[in-house]
């Protein structure tokens, strides 16, 4: 069983920048595609940002330009660095792991966008 642990999230003024992590276990990481996704409250979950494990970053439209996506394969960690942080980024984002048919998720950390 592959562990996903998210962290990293907190209170945030707009405007402000996060960098949330993502460590997983597993010997063979740096073949995972590493995904954040976010559920806010009466929303539909989205995708925020990917990385396949060759490299290729897939955005969702509403962060791109203001989200960054990056992978050390050799800690086993994903991060997700969030800038020029709005109201609307204020959700739980949740780390997913996947392997051709199998996928594993985090318990997700919370950020909340507020003045």
């Known amino acids: 069983q592959v562990q996903v642990v998210e962290s990293g999230g907190g209170l945030v003024q707009p405007g402000g920048s996060l960098r949330l992590s993502c460590a997983s276990s597993g010997s063979i990481f740096r073949t995972y595609a590493m995904v954040w996704y976010r559920q806010a409250p009466g929303r539909q979950g989205e995708l925020v940002e990917g990385?396949?494990?060759?490299?290729?970053?897939n955005y969702g439209d509403s962060v791109k330009g203001r989200f960054t996506i990056s992978r050390n394969n050799g800690k086993n960690t994903v991060y997700l660095q969030m800038n020029s942080l709005k109201p609307e980024d204020w959700a739980v984002y949740y780390c997913?792991?996947?392997?051709?048919?199998?996928?594993?998720w985090g318990q997700g950390t919370q950020v909340t966008v507020s003045s």
């Open positions: 990385v396949t494990s060759g490299g290729r970053v």
């Open positions: 997913n792991a996947g392997l051709r048919q199998l996928s594993w």
